[in-house]
């Protein structure tokens, strides 16, 4: 019994790192892409070296990669205590609802009533998974 | 979108759940980690299977990072919905989890959630106002 529940507090508390980690790596990774350009296009024109060049050279990727190597190891900590498919969509589903808080303020993407509404309805998917 | 396009949103649907169904193999193997061995975290990289669950990640995040480069980040993460009933998938039938019917109902949620979102626009990031020629504010469409 006591086993379990350090097994749910542990797990939901990589969940928490997990969230919080990989929505700041999601924003900075974002922000360093949209400066860079579609890379698929790029790539085309001056070849893959050059884009990854580009890429490990942008100082938004850099700090994005430090906050998803964070995320990373949350969820091999969560995943040494709970199952996969809780703390897979789980850590997923309330990252999605923070992203598009953290898209509305930092990168400046209009979250309109539709994409509310479906984080709504996440949350409640993400509540009933815990159960 | 075109079938390049569509292509990316699949590795980031598909490499995901497959990357963390084998690092989830792979951490049943090396067993619970107490918060006082964190440490022991870094080794659990040498099990082969959490190897092979990082290399799906890496596909995973070349994907992504592609993704990005022409795609909002609200707009990416929805897109990739499919990925969560895969993992539901493979946990039940190759990981042999037991899922509760209360789960897989939110499961269900949140794909139909994200599902929803997608059947929006898929560019809605509000749009950078600049000055034009002649002085008036005008938006710039993306």
Not at chain 1, 41 to 60: D, P
Not at chain 2, 9 to 14: E, I, N, T
């Amino acid at each position: 019994m006591i086993k379990h529940a350090i097994s749910n507090l542990n797990g939901w508390l990589a969940i928490l790192a997990i969230v919080l980690s990989s929505s700041a790596g999601d924003v900075l990774l974002s922000r360093g892409m949209k400066q860079i350009g579609d890379l698929g296009e790029l790539g085309g024109k001056r070849g893959l070296a050059f884009v990854v060049l580009q890429v490990v050279r942008n100082r938004y990727f850099l700090m994005g990669v430090a906050c998803m190597a964070v995320s990373f190891y949350s969820l091999l900590f969560g995943l040494s205590w709970n199952d996969v498919s809780l703390i897979g969509p789980a850590a997923a589903s309330l990252t999605f609802v923070a992203n598009a808080f953290a898209a509305k303020m930092f990168l400046h993407e209009h979250v309109d009533r539709r994409r509310w509404a479906a984080a709504l309805c996440v949350a409640a998917g993400v509540v009933l998974m815990a159960f | 979108m075109n079938l390049r396009k569509y292509l990316v949103l699949a590795g980031v649907s598909v490499f995901a759940p497959l990357g963390d169904s084998f690092l989830s193999y792979g951490m049943k193997q090396v067993g619970n980690i107490s918060l006082r061995n964190i440490p022991d975290l870094l080794l659990a990289i040498a099990n082969p299977w959490v190897g092979i669950g990082i290399i799906f990640l890496l596909g995973f995040f070349a994907s992504y990072m592609t993704a990005l480069s022409w795609a909002d980040l609200t707009y990416v993460l929805p897109a990739s919905s499919l990925g969560y009933v895969l993992l539901a998938l493979i946990a039940r039938f190759a990981l042999h989890e037991q899922i509760s019917v209360t789960r897989w109902v939110g499961i269900a949620l949140v794909s139909g959630g994200v599902g929803f979102v997608t059947s929006g626009p898929e560019v809605t990031r509000r749009p950078p106002r600049h000055l034009s020629n002649d002085g008036s504010v005008a938006a710039e469409h993306s």
